[in-house]
């Protein structure tokens, strides 16, 4: 990798989520691309796991430099649900299903949870961000993706969905984890 600059692929089955990534990076200065594959996930209550173990089957296949995240939603009034099943949950009841599973409920308390797993052999390692706030009592906004409209951050009134996709890169969950991620390479890569 010496004399040349580090090109890392994202890999995602999640568009949405592969294009917020690939700001964040060229925001911190990372050379990176986008690589759409669908992910073999194992069952976990660790973000941390379910990222290195996709993040290693990724690397089986592409064999270069590359990171995988995964993140989910953790609503405390709800023990941690839909946490890092928030994917599937998404999918299968919406942010309509929470918002009915949060129906009565005074505890609004969520946090957004990133684990971002990166393999740069012999380098394999997870750095995580989390970014608390509460949750709506109707979905706002029209950007985002996921559980956005129902999550409004610490210190803002707006949801993730009604920010400006750099709004949210400078504050969200998935920023701080690549941040730490991208600190912690140019310590060791110089062409980072």
């Known amino acids: 990798m010496e004399g040349s600059r580090l090109e890392l692929s994202v890999v995602t089955e999640n568009k949405a989520k592969g294009v917020e990534a690939l700001s964040i990076l060229a925001g911190l200065g990372v050379k990176a691309r986008l690589v759409l594959m669908g992910k073999q996930e ?32 953790f609503i405390e009034a709800l023990n941690g649900f839909p946490g890092p099943y928030s994917s599937y949950v998404y999918k299968k009841i919406g942010v309509r299903g929470i918002l009915k599973l949060m129906s009565g409920e005074v505890n609004r308390r969520a946090c957004f949870k ?12 997870v750095y995580t961000g989390e970014t608390c706030g509460e949750i709506t009592l109707e979905p706002r906004g029209e950007h985002g993706f996921g559980f956005d409209p129902i999550f409004i951050p610490e210190n803002s009134k707006r949801t993730y969905a009604e920010m400006t996709l750099e709004e ?8 701080k ?12 890569y110089k062409t980072i």
């Open 42 to 73: 194992i069952q976990s209550e660790s973000l941390e796991e379910i990222a290195l173990h996709a993040a290693r089957v990724a690397y089986a296949t592409l064999r270069k430099p590359l990171l995988v995240d995964d993140s989910g939603l």
């Open 114 to 125: 990133t684990a971002v797993a990166t393999i740069i052999p012999p380098l394999e390692k």
């Open 168 to 175: 949210k890169n400078r504050i969200s969950h998935r920023y």
């Open 177 to 188: 984890a690549y941040k730490k991620m991208v600190e912690d390479l140019k310590t060791k």
